[in-house]
């Protein structure tokens, strides 16, 4: 059967390009918002917000490696929001939620095995900027400029601020007596299977 | 400071590679759906200038990928598994490769970083280690089993480093094409650095990263199994010459294990996950979904015999259904 002929700019480029961004994308942001909140509710939630936001704005989404910063972005605001207690249930992802919880059960990893445990208090103890600077550099492996787009502001401000994050967070280490660990066991963090 | 960031990056609770298993092929196309039908019209869209490319270079981690990955591959396993290879220190860059060995890694610096690419994929770990050590970077490259799916992703990323993908790179038994093709570091990066790929497993050897059981590509793609009766499932895998060597139940907040012939065959069947070729893993309980209030099947002794689960040392090859 021939393909029925659309218009000029038929709507399922509109779609495939959604896919293509989706599935390029879905892993790291809910990873993002994952390693952000410990209710898989809310990362069901801020996944589903930041596509349908993506969606609904396609037309700006960067065609570049820039669509994950975008999206970094637009994941960022949509879980200030929920910080913020302006929770929007999103009816888009009713058993995502459901599902997402009981595999997190089934993949539970123990937050902050042993010996990072110090670090993971130090790590909470410092102010949201400081955290959401670090994090970006330690969890979503983003450079001062990448940061710069996620957060829309300048290099120069991530580099100073960055500087300051990463001074205030080992003065927290040091004050809790807790530095580098020595040993790095290369998989106990994330053993994998099921 | 590197040492810092290093240390943050230690305390994620989640990887993306975590993520991305725990988000099943299913649960995200239906999510996707509902994105897009949430919209009466597709928004507009520039006319695509996209034009695929198929990348010739590059890794394929993936074992299918291999061929196009140039010869060098011969020469490398030929240099036999015990002293590595000499390094060319000329190998910095992806063009010439004058060879008398080849490198398993090429070294390109980008300004403030370097990129490293994964010539051979199959090379002994040490080698990588060593073509780091090398440059001057502590840097652990691994490749540990995966199942099918995501043979070819990275599982797990320590450090300030980096994977690089490539859209076209390969293909992916999951459907996408977006392969990691090496790494990329900081340049002078002092710290300890790893990153762990996944390959394709070996006969008989258990995954160690796992996508959804009915991912594409998987062992159940396609069967519908969550909230049907055990029996059922088992048999429907028989067909596929997949078996269980063992099942995970919860009882209150504990998940427990049980082994083939200890859950019932009207038990339903939460969840599953790959366990090994032609193996997976059932996740049951006593009702269609699971209730806070789930108890031991019958047949297992609720005092002593199963233990919280862990992933066991042995694996039952021999699982057979029951009905």
Not at chain 2, 151 to 170: L, Q, R, S
Not at chain 2, 225 to 237: E, F, G, M, N
Request: hydrophobic share 40%.
């Amino acid at each position: 059967m021939p393909a029925t002929p659309k218009a000029s700019r038929p709507p399922d480029d509109g779609r495939r390009r959604f896919e293509e961004l989706y599935a390029a994308h879905r892993a790291q942001i809910l990873g993002y918002a994952l390693r952000r909140t410990a209710d898989p509710q809310d990362a069901a939630d801020i996944l589903a917000e930041t596509f349908l936001i993506a969606w609904r704005r396609l037309d700006t989404v960067p065609r570049d490696a820039e669509a994950r910063l975008w999206l970094y972005g637009v994941a960022r605001r949509v879980l200030a929001n929920h910080h913020r207690g302006a929770r929007r249930r999103s009816a888009l992802n009713l058993d995502l939620a459901g599902r997402l919880r009981s595999d997190l059960a089934a993949h539970h990893v123990p937050a902050d095995p042993g010996e990072l445990a110090p670090v993971g208090e130090a790590f909470r103890e410092l102010p949201e900027g400081d955290r959401e600077l670090l994090s970006l550099v330690g969890w979503e492996g983003l450079d001062n400029g990448e940061i710069a787009t996620v957060l829309g502001c300048s290099r120069n401000a991530v580099r100073v601020r960055l500087h300051r994050a990463r001074r205030r967070f080992a003065r927290e280490l040091e004050r809790r007596g807790a530095s580098a660990p020595q040993s790095r066991t290369l998989a106990t963090a994330h053993g994998e299977s099921a | 400071m590197n040492d810092i960031d290093n240390l943050v990056g230690r305390i994620a609770p989640v990887t993306d590679a975590r993520a991305a298993e725990l988000l099943s092929e299913d649960a995200a196309a239906e999510l996707a759906d509902r994105i897009v039908a949430s919209t009466a019209e597709a928004p507009q869209v520039a006319p695509p200038a996209r034009s695929r490319r198929r990348l010739t270079i590059g890794l394929p981690l993936l074992a299918t990928g291999l061929a196009g990955a140039t010869a060098v591959t011969a020469l490398v396993f030929s240099s036999g598994g015990g002293s590595p290879a000499p390094v060319p220190s000329t190998a910095s860059t992806s063009h010439a490769p004058k060879v008398k060995l080849a490198a398993a890694l090429t070294f390109t610096r980008k300004g403030d970083h370097i990129d490293v690419r994964i010539r051979d994929p199959y090379a002994d770990p040490k080698r990588y280690k060593e073509e780091f050590a090398k440059r001057g970077l502590d840097v652990d490259l691994s490749m540990v089993p995966g199942s099918p799916s995501i043979v070819g992703t990275v599982v797990m990323i320590e450090g300030d480093i980096t994977p690089i993908n490539e859209k076209g790179a390969c293909e992916v038994a999951s459907g996408g094409d977006d392969c990691p093709v090496g790494v990329r570091i900081p340049a002078g990066y002092k710290e300890h650095a790893a990153v762990a790929f996944a390959r394709a497993a070996r006969r008989g050897e258990q995954y160690t990263s796992t996508a959804q059981a009915d991912a594409r590509g998987e062992a159940m793609h396609g069967m519908v199994y969550r909230r049907q009766r055990v029996a059922k499932v088992l048999a429907a895998l028989a067909k596929r010459h997949v078996t269980v060597p063992e099942y995970r139940y919860m009882v209150g907040n504990q998940s427990m294990t049980a082994h083939p012939g200890q859950i019932p065959g009207n038990w339903y069947v939460h969840d599953a996950s790959p366990w090994a070729a032609g193996q997976v893993l059932l996740f049951v309980g006593p009702h269609p979904t699971e209730q806070p209030g789930d108890s031991a099947p019958p047949n297992v002794n609720p005092g002593a015999p199963v233990t919280p689960s862990s992933p066991p040392a042995t694996v039952t090859p021999s699982a057979t259904p029951t009905s």
